[in-house]
């Protein structure tokens, strides 16, 4: 077995916070790293277009926000209300979803699917935003940077979503802890 190779601190357990630009203040121990948390999923694009034929613009208006609809809009029958979505992109969308909430780990009832968006910037990279109940969980597990990664093929879509943070949170399960606050 060989040892840990020091980092540029001489701590060989700082890597990490180094490598997110975070090195802790006051050297290697008694400091807590950084919070990092990861969800994936991966959702068949069949379910989400079956629900969309089902439930048509309920389904969509419960699920998505207005710039994730927008982002996901298609031209291919205007006419046909389940055809004007591309599936693919919904489907990416809503795994990025349930993957965000798997880094939240709520305790009790979920956060609104809509407190919860993919947005894409002008750029066309997506960002996590969150709002409502979903932002309270990530303030209290300390989560204060996301990223996600979307992928999609014809019958699949993925995401993976990593939530970073202060490594100051109230414990691993969501709930706050007590700190004698009132």
Do not use: N
Request: glycine share 10%.
């Amino acid at each position: 077995m060989t040892a840990a190779t020091p980092t540029r601190s001489g701590c060989p357990d700082t890597w990490l916070a180094e490598a997110l630009g975070q090195l802790p203040a006051g050297g290697c121990r008694g400091d807590r790293p950084p919070t990092i948390r990861v969800g994936v999923d991966l959702v068949a694009v069949a379910d989400v277009m079956e629900s969309v034929e089902r439930f048509g613009d309920r389904y969509i208006q419960r699920i998505f926000t207005s710039h994730e609809i927008a982002c996901c809009r298609s031209d291919l029958s205007p006419r046909d209300p389940a055809l004007r979505y591309s599936f693919e992109s919904l489907a990416a969308r809503f795994a990025a979803k349930e993957a965000t909430v798997k880094v939240l780990r709520p305790v009790g009832p979920r956060p609104e699917w809509r407190s919860i968006e993919v947005f894409r910037t002008e750029g066309g990279w997506c960002e996590i935003r969150l709002r409502g109940r979903a932002s309270a969980l990530a303030d209290r597990a300390g989560i204060d940077r996301w990223a996600v990664s979307l992928t999609h093929e014809a019958a699949m879509a993925a995401a993976v979503v990593v939530g970073v943070g202060r490594g100051d949170s109230a414990g691993d399960d969501g709930a706050s802890s007590d700190r004698g606050e009132g």
